[in-house]
C-alpha cells in the first residue's frame, strides 16, 4: 500500500510533503514521488496529514468495561495490598466497547493494567486496539509492575493493614527484600519453596521491568525515587500532579513521567495542584514525559484533547504531539516498534484532515499493523 502526496509527520524527522509504503504489516518506504510497484493500493493523500499511531502510556482500557459495574470492573484486586502476582493481561477485555472507541480515535497502543488499590498490584499489559484477542494484540505481555504510593491505599486498607504513608513504604521495601532474598537463595543452589509473589518481582529487581509509580503528591514522588534509588529499580512516576514542584528533583533522578489525568474533577486531597500547565514545566526541565488519561478516568478517545489544553497552557504543538505517540512509546521502551513514522516499525497510522491535537480534526482513516480499523 502507498500512501500518495499526503503532509507526513514522522515526528522523529522534519515532516514533509510526500509518500509512505507500508506492506506485511511494516512501512517499508519514504520520501517524495515514489512509484507504485505493480498491483500495489496507491492512496490518494493530497491535503491529508499522516501520522503515526497515538499511544497510551498508563491507562486501564479493558479492565473497567462500559456501562457496567462489578461485573465488568478487573482493575482492582483488592484482597491483599501486595499482589504483583496478578496480570493485566489476564483481567483486559478488548471487545469491550472503550477499546474499539479508541481505535478509531487514532489510539492504536497502550499500557493497561491493575489500578491504584494495593502497594504492589500486578502487571501491565502493552497491546494494540485492534483484535479479539489479548494475548494476539499484545505487544508485551508483562511491561510494568503497579505500585502505589499515596491516598489510594490508605484509603482502601484503612480498617486493615494501612494506616499511614510509611506503612506503604514499609510494605513494598519488604516485598524487595524478601525477593532479592528468595533470588539469592535461588542462585546459591538452595532447596527454595516455590513463592508466585517473588517470581513476579523477579523481573523487578533484575531491572527487566519497571515498577510503575501512582505518585500524585510530592513526598510520594520523593519516597518512590528514594526506594528506586535504595534498590536500584527502574521506575516511571505516574501522574506526577506535584511535578511542578520538584522538576529539578525528579529531573535529577533520571526518571520519566506519566503526566494527568488533567481533564477531571479534583476529587481528593491530593489532586489539589492538579493542572494543565505541569506537562510544559516538566517539559522545560527536560525530563522525559508522556500525557495520560488513565482511561477510563477519561474516556481514552480525548487522548489528543489532553494534550491540546497543555498546548493551550504554553507546552509547544511539536512537545504536545510526542507526548502522545513517541515519547510514550520512549517511557514503554517499544519505539522500536512504534511513536513515530520510520522505515521498519509498525504501520500504526492515522490519515486525519489537521493536527492531531486540533479539536476540530477529522480522522479519514486509521491503520493498526497495515491494516484499515477505522
Do not use: W
Not at 514521488?33 to 492512496?43: A, G, H, T
Not at 499489559?125 to 484477542?133: A, E, F, H, P, W
Not at 494476539?136 to 486498607?157: D, H, L, S, T
Amino acid at each position: 500500500m502507498l500512501f500518495k502526496n499526503a503532509n507526513v509527520f514522522p515526528i522523529e524527522s522534519a515532516p514533509y510533503k510526500g509518500d509512505v509504503r507500508i506492506s506485511e504489516g511494516r512501512i517499508t518506504g519514504m520520501g517524495i514521488d515514489l512509484d507504485p510497484l505493480e498491483n500495489e493500493e496507491v492512496i490518494d493523500c493530497t491535503g491529508l496529514n499522516l501520522y503515526p499511531g497515538m499511544i497510551e502510556a498508563h491507562c486501564h482500557l479493558g479492565m473497567e468495561e462500559s456501562s457496567i459495574r462489578m461485573e465488568g470492573n478487573d482493575v482492582n484486586e483488592m484482597s491483599d495490598p501486595i499482589t504483583p502476582q496478578v496480570r493485566g493481561l489476564d483481567g483486559c477485555y478488548p471487545l469491550d466497547e472503550s477499546v474499539s472507541n479508541a481505535a478509531r480515535a487514532g489510539v492504536t497502543c497502550v499500557a493497561a493494567g491493575p489500578g491504584s488499590a494495593n502497594v504492589v498490584g500486578g502487571t501491565f499489559v502493552c497491546y494494540k486496539t485492534s483484535g479479539r484477542s489479548i494475548d494476539e494484540m499484545a505487544v508485551v505481555k508483562n511491561i510494568a509492575m503497579k505500585a502505589a504510593f499515596g491516598e489510594n491505599p490508605k484509603r482502601v486498607y484503612q480498617d486493615s493493614r494501612i494506616k499511614t504513608r510509611m506503612n506503604i513504604a514499609a510494605l513494598l521495601r519488604n516485598l524487595l527484600f524478601k525477593t532479592k532474598e528468595y533470588k539469592a537463595q535461588k542462585e546459591a543452589g538452595k532447596d527454595v519453596p516455590f513463592n508466585m509473589q517473588y517470581e513476579a518481582m523477579l523481573p523487578v529487581i533484575e531491572k527487566k521491568m519497571p515498577l510503575k509509580c501512582h505518585v500524585h503528591r510530592s513526598d510520594d514522588i520523593l519516597s518512590a525515587i528514594r526506594i528506586a534509588k535504595e534498590f536500584d529499580l527502574d521506575i516511571t512516576l505516574d501522574h506526577v500532579t506535584d511535578g511542578a514542584v520538584i522538576a529539578d528533583l525528579i529531573k535529577e533522578s533520571g526518571y520519566p513521567c506519566i503526566v494527568g489525568p488533567s481533564l477531571t474533577h479534583k476529587s481528593k486531597y491530593e489532586l489539589k495542584a492538579k493542572s494543565f500547565k505541569t506537562p510544559k514545566v516538566i517539559h522545560d526541565a527536560g525530563i522525559l514525559f508522556s500525557i495520560t488519561t488513565d482511561s477510563p478516568v477519561v474516556p481514552q478517545e480525548y487522548l489528543p484533547l489532553c494534550a491540546a489544553l497543555a498546548c493551550k497552557e504554553g507546552l509547544s504543538e511539536e512537545a504536545c504531539i510526542e507526548a502522545i505517540t513517541l515519547s510514550p512509546a520512549r517511557i514503554l521502551k517499544i519505539d522500536e516498534r512504534v511513536g513515530s513514522i520510520k522505515v521498519g516499525k509498525d504501520a500504526d497510522l492515522i490519515l486525519c484532515t489537521s493536527s492531531l491535537i486540533d479539536t476540530l480534526n477529522e480522522i479519514k482513516a486509521v491503520y493498526i499493523n497495515g491494516q484499515k480499523v477505522a
